[in-house]
């Protein structure tokens, strides 16, 4: 019987803002020793945190470092890394998700559909317009990946269209502060369930520059709405197995998806 289960680690950093040298070399030590895992998943913005005064010269001298080193993450443990960062386009500053895998194809990126206007995200970034889903593994251990970040949690129907589109997994970055850390839990869990999809969810914690305090609990959710694997508030690295066989037996045996009333949005 073939073996199809993957390892996810969450790499859950207490962020120094503005500080991308300091982070990104904080994350590498972490990848380094942590357990084995085919995808090691960093937190959003998890270079510079929300220090928007950074993020102009950021975006220009440390952004493709910080891809750069990802590389370099990536080959020396055989795996994926994710994790966003702020990124210059043609369009203008983006917060995107940048996966590099260990083969050295080109980067899988997404840019935040869904800006947070709480934390100024409109008024320095502009906002993506498209869902972006990848294939994670090889051979039989592989799974449909849809790739989201933090606030996009709150619009279900991001999730079900990559669903009905064919994610077995979601993989999601997050700054996610207090006092907001049980809706965080909720959202998680219910995008999980109600499209019978894994969902993996890399969380910054500890205190910003600006007193805001972010709540951690990264967490890896079952397709049933199960949590597998979650994290406190403290930095760590927590790792959990998922399963596409076990997305396929959920699908075939409670057939949600194939329900959806006719001509509905979703």
């Not at 895992?37 to 929300?50: H, I, K, N, Q």
């Not at 995200?121 to 449909?144: F, M, N, S």
């Not at 994290?231 to 194939?258: H, K, N, Q, S």
Request: hydrophobic share 45%; proline share 6%.
């Amino acid at each position: 019987m073939t073996d199809s289960k993957m390892r996810i680690a969450l790499v859950q950093l207490a962020v120094v803002d503005g500080a991308p040298e300091r982070n990104v070399a904080h994350a590498a030590t972490l990848i380094a020793t942590a357990p084995a895992a085919d995808l090691y998943l960093l937190p959003e913005l998890f270079t510079t945190g929300y220090a928007h005064a950074t993020w102009n010269d950021v975006a220009d001298t440390q952004t493709p470092a910080t891809v750069a080193a990802m590389r370099a993450m990536a080959e020396s443990r055989g795996a994926w890394v994710g994790g966003s960062a702020v990124t210059r386009t043609s369009r203008g500053l983006t917060n995107r998700f940048w996966l590099v895998g260990p083969d050295g194809a080109p980067a899988v990126t997404y840019d935040k559909a869904h800006l947070f206007a709480p934390m100024a995200e409109p008024e320095h970034l502009v906002g993506g317009t498209a869902r972006v889903r990848t294939t994670l593994g090889r051979g039989p251990t592989t799974i449909d990946a849809a790739l989201s970040i933090c606030f996009d949690l709150r619009y279900p129907e991001h999730y079900r269209r990559d669903a009905v589109d064919g994610a077995q997994l979601f993989a999601v970055v997050s700054e996610w502060p207090h006092p907001r850390g049980e809706a965080l839990r909720l959202f998680a869990r219910a995008r999980a369930a109600e499209n019978q999809a894994y969902l993996a969810l890399c969380n910054r914690t500890g205190p910003a520059a600006d007193g805001t305090i972010f709540c951690g609990g990264s967490c890896i959710v079952a397709p049933n709405g199960d949590v597998l694997v979650e994290a406190g508030e403290e930095e760590t690295v927590i790792v959990g197995e998922i399963d596409a066989a076990v997305v396929d037996r959920y699908r075939a045996e409670f057939a949600v998806l194939p329900a959806r009333a006719a001509g509905m949005d979703y």
